[in-house]
């Protein structure tokens, strides 16, 4: 079964469409890499997994539950998909460690004990274990958002959604996001990652989608999508990123 | 004029017992206030039309007319349409907590909409209910977006007890009209009156200070 599977999904805020009739299946284990110029609906693609955007036509199934269920189906669906912002979000008045407790505590009800065991490791994993009691403010932009993707982790998803997690960092930041990235790739995760990193969707990609216009233009390996663009459009799009 | 001190000596008894009053009622009216104010913030922030629009209508009416004349119709008013009878020390608190109720729920509203939705979001995106993300996310930040506007109102409520002194409560001012309606020591009574509420407004506003800074993040 697939992790997640868009039937005919589109997508409207008002009169205007922003998803066209979107079909796309994504398996266990695959890291779909997301591009697209801004505006072409890749943001609000990964935002209806989570149920963050309502799809408005079409069925998206999420680890086989419906993102048009009941509030307990989608409480399930975001439980199992784990969301990485773009501006982190971690909650100001909570230390990096306990950013990470909340989620087993809040959204899992395990004990404090458990929660810290768990966020302690995870921070450990991404190279957080130093700075476990900083609060958000006395973190650098990258060292925030490898806080942000523990705190996501924490609460024990089988996928994780990544909105452009480096579009707000310094260049020299975001490697030691990307390599937080590469190693849960490398273990397995399932990942939809939205992003303008071509060198991350080159190396950790299993498959690159290109968006434009609302509509899924592009579907295949990153390597030989990169290397012979099947389009116009899509080769132009690479220039303007480089 | 010489300034005698005796006419303060003596009253000063008479006028702690009033400060006594003023500080039962200002902490009733105080508590009051912050629930109600904090329930209809909410509503107002995040409630359906169904609750949004009593909601407003009810801080439009508490904004739109003096509290004097709010207290006034609680205590005179109220018993002949509604024949309920309360003591004017229980009018005043009433008057207390539906006035700052009002004010609060406005300092409420700003406070919740001035947290970030990405924080909303986060919270969602794990799987919790609003409800949780209310209690456990939005409102520890709005929270301390609200304390400076917030001690203004709580000052103000210490100081709007005065106004009771209309329905007979023998709150601090009171008491001083009346000790200075006996010995005619207007300068002497109300220079003591003054001071009394200075010291006491001050230690308010110090220890807000001090639950501000506690309260900081880093």
Redesign the interface.
């Known amino acids: 079964m697939s992790m997640v599977e868009f039937s005919k999904v589109s997508k409207q805020f008002g009169s205007h469409r922003v998803l066209k009739s979107i079909d796309l299946a994504i398996d266990p284990g695959e890291v779909a890499v997301v591009i697209g110029p801004s505006g072409s609906g890749k943001s609000t693609m990964l935002r209806c997994i ?1 149920v ?1 955007e309502r799809v408005s036509e079409g069925t998206l199934l999420v680890d086989g539950i419906s993102v048009l269920g009941t ?1 307990r189906d989608v ?5 199992e ?3 990485v ?1 773009q ?1 982190f ?5 909570l230390t990096a460690l306990q950013n990470v407790m ?2 087993p505590i ?2 899992r009800g395990k004990s404090k004990a458990e929660a810290r065991d768990i966020a302690a490791a995870l921070l450990q994993k991404v190279g957080l274990g130093e700075r476990m009691d900083h ?1 958000p ?2 973190l650098s932009g990258g060292q925030q958002q490898r806080v ?1 993707i523990a ?2 982790l924490a ?1 024990g998803p089988k996928l994780m959604l990544f909105d452009e997690p480096t579009s707000a960092l310094d260049p020299e930041l975001r490697q030691e996001v990307l390599k937080v990235m590469q190693t849960l790739a490398l273990e397995g995760m399932t990942m939809v990652v939205v992003t303008h990193e071509m060198g991350f969707a080159k190396r950790v990609g299993s498959r690159l989608l290109f968006m434009d216009g609302g509509q899924l233009v592009h579907d295949g390996k990153p390597a030989d999508l990169l290397s012979d663009p099947p389009s116009e459009r899509f080769a132009d799009f690479l220039k303007h990123i480089d | 004029m010489t300034f005698d001190w005796t006419a303060v000596f003596d009253a000063l008894p008479e006028l702690l017992q009033g400060l006594e009053v003023t500080m039962l009622i200002a902490l009733a009216g105080l508590a009051g206030g912050v629930v109600v104010g904090a329930i209809t913030g909410a509503l107002l922030t995040y409630g359906g039309w169904l609750a949004q629009v009593p909601a407003q209508l009810y801080v439009a009416l508490i904004r739109g007319t003096p509290i004097t004349v709010q207290v006034m119709f609680i205590y005179f008013a109220l018993p002949i349409l509604i024949d309920v009878r309360i003591s004017a020390a229980s009018a005043g608190i009433l008057t207390l907590i539906i006035n700052s109720g009002a004010y609060n729920a406005e300092i409420v509203r700003g406070a919740l909409e001035s947290v970030p939705a990405g924080l909303r979001e986060a919270g969602l995106a794990m799987g919790l209910s609003f409800r949780k993300v209310l209690v456990h996310v939005i409102s520890p930040i709005a929270v301390r977006r609200a304390l400076p506007a917030m001690g203004n109102q709580l000052v103000s409520v210490v100081k709007d007890t005065s106004i009771f002194l209309v329905i007979g409560v023998g709150e601090l001012t009171r008491r001083g009209q009346e000790i200075m309606s006996g010995n005619f020591r207007a300068v002497e009574i109300w220079t003591a009156v003054a001071v009394i509420y200075l010291i006491v407004i001050s230690i308010l506003a110090v220890s807000l200070r001090f639950v501000e800074r506690a309260a900081r993040l880093p």
Do not use: C, E, K, W
């Open positions: 989570n963050l509030s409480r399930r669906i975001r439980l998909a784990g969301m912002f501006q979000n971690l909650f100001p008045h909340f989620g809040r959204a609060y403010s006395q942000a705190r996501s609460v």
